[in-house]
């Protein structure tokens, strides 16, 4: 049974891409098939952050379109064999996807991979609205930050009513990734803590990824951040949340190296 | 910054300078026209399909873009009937 997965959070900037690699590669690297979507066209990245834009020949608009067969346009990782980009494509034509030719292309896919994980642009437009049509589940990124819950929230409710699962009246499966989070300055204040977060947008936390110089050294070099260091907190709260997609009852493991003020004042981050 | 990571050798920036340069070149080059890979590889199937029967399914393309030599490698599976013939 193939799963239609989309990363999405209304807000640019606070992880999406760098996210959907890291989901993406560590499903992979549990042994599932995965195939990333990059549905930012014309401003494709998701090629760059698994390192492999120099491999780019067709791209989502070219398949869509029917100038390329589905399998020419697929990238496979060489580091992770289940691991796949279906790139984006660089043009500026706003209509180069139609809602016809992106479910043609979802239905393929799901024939011939476990997880499709659709790479949502930001914004509300078409881009974004047409990465989560087709979704099962929705992983909503945010930062514990007031636009970018702001967001989400506006995210969460186009899930809940332009997906085709919303529309037939089924579940729409949501799950909350908070990254660039900061324990120690949650514990004083300064920041929202992922409790104030879950109250607000009430839906289930995935995962609590703490601002981390891993996350750009891996990007730098072309390597989800899974892949390039698994050690890394912020690799290990990626490989966690992913094995919570996979239905694993996992504990979330504290956000973060804890100070000693945050051991005395604060709270664990990740309940 | 401590020395340490003055004298760290696994310095990641000069790699991310390093792929960009070579991807904005190519980018730039390009000006939002077709991919001459993409180019490259429609007219090739085009000979190639005057001669024989090519499954569009069945054709796999990969592309190496390098700082100074990129390769482009299609591969097309032929037909067992279509080899013996030729």
């Not at chain 1, 399998?71 to 289940?82: C, F, G, N, S, Y």
């Not at chain 1, 914004?123 to 047409?130: D, M, N």
């Not at chain 2, 590889?41 to 990129?70: F, M, N, Q, Y």
């Amino acid at each position: 049974m193939s799963k239609v997965m989309v990363v999405t959070s209304g807000k640019g900037g606070v992880g999406k891409t760098t996210s959907s690699a890291a989901l993406g590669a560590a499903l992979a690297q549990a042994g599932q098939s995965v195939v990333l979507v990059d549905f930012d066209v014309g401003l494709r990245n998701l090629d760059l952050i698994l390192g492999a834009e120099r491999r780019v020949v067709f791209d989502l608009v070219n398949v869509v379109q029917g100038d390329a067969k589905l399998p020419q346009a697929l990238i496979r990782d060489k580091r992770v064999e289940t691991l796949h980009l279906l790139p984006a494509s660089q043009t500026r034509d706003k209509d180069a996807l139609t809602a016809e030719g992106v479910e043609r292309v979802i239905g393929e896919l799901r024939e011939r991979f476990d997880w499709i994980v659709c790479d949502s642009p930001a914004g509300i437009e078409k881009g974004a609205t047409l990465a989560m049509r087709h979704a099962d589940l929705a992983v909503v990124v945010a930062n514990p930050e007031v636009s970018s819950v702001r967001d989400s929230d506006r995210i969460i409710g186009m899930l809940d009513s332009k997906t085709r699962r919303a529309e037939a009246g089924e579940k729409m499966e949501k799950h909350l990734l908070l990254t660039r989070y900061d324990a120690g300055r949650a514990a004083r204040g300064e920041m929202m803590k992922v409790e104030d977060v879950l109250e607000i947008l009430a839906i289930p936390l995935l995962g609590v990824v703490s601002e981390s110089p891993d996350v750009l050294t891996a990007s730098n070099l072309g390597f989800p951040v899974t892949l390039h260091n698994p050690a890394a907190p912020a690799a290990r709260a990626y490989s966690l949340a992913a094995r919570k997609l996979l239905g694993e009852e996992v504990r979330a493991e504290p956000a973060g190296k804890r100070g000693l003020m945050s051991r005395l004042f604060g709270r664990r981050a990740a309940a | 910054m401590n020395l340490l990571h003055l004298f760290n050798r696994n310095r990641s920036a000069p790699v991310a300078r390093d792929r960009l340069q070579v991807l904005l070149a190519h980018e730039r080059a390009l000006g939002g026209r077709a991919d001459l890979a993409a180019v490259l590889e429609k007219e090739i199937l085009e000979v190639i399909a005057r001669h024989i029967p090519v499954d569009r399914d069945k054709v796999r393309v990969e592309l190496e873009r390098g700082d100074h030599v990129s390769t482009l490698a299609i591969d097309i599976e032929m037909p067992e009937t279509t080899v013996a013939r030729g």
